[in-house]
């Protein structure tokens, strides 16, 4: 089974961008669900996570205030929504799920969908 993130593409510094995840898995709906991003060069680092009711949730400090992650049980779906993008923003995002105890540590990740920011 695999998550299959969408969305991403070329935008420009201040524009907003809402990525989407699907995920056909069977325990999904009492999974936490995570979005992580890589940029050339870098180490994989997590943007948000959601908890499987959705009431919890963690953003890093770099998105904070700017993205907001949140999750539709019913359909299997889960969001990050991005405004005030900066080109530090550009990476490759990775939707993942079923957290596994370390912070990109996930059971099953998807594809990735890529996001460039031009300043």
């Known amino acids: 089974v695999q998550l299959h993130a969408s969305g991403g593409g070329l935008v420009q510094a201040g524009d907003s961008l809402r990525l989407s995840c699907t995920a056909p898995?069977?325990?999904?709906?009492?999974?936490?669900v995570a979005w992580l991003r890589q940029a050339p060069g870098k180490e994989r680092e997590p943007v948000a996570v959601?908890?499987?009711?959705?009431?919890?949730?963690y953003h890093a400090d770099s998105v904070k205030g700017r993205f907001t992650i949140s999750r539709d049980n019913a359909k299997k779906m889960v969001y990050l929504q991005m405004n005030s993008l900066k080109p530090e923003d550009t990476a490759k995002y990775f939707c993942?799920?079923?957290?596994?105890?370390?912070?990109?540590?996930?059971?099953?990740w998807g594809q990735g969908t890529e996001l460039t920011v031009s300043s």
């Open positions: 993942a799920a079923q957290n596994l105890g370390g912070p990109t540590q996930f059971g099953y």
């Open positions: 898995l069977r325990t999904f709906s009492s999974s936490s």
């Open positions: 959601i908890s499987w009711t959705g009431a919890i949730t």
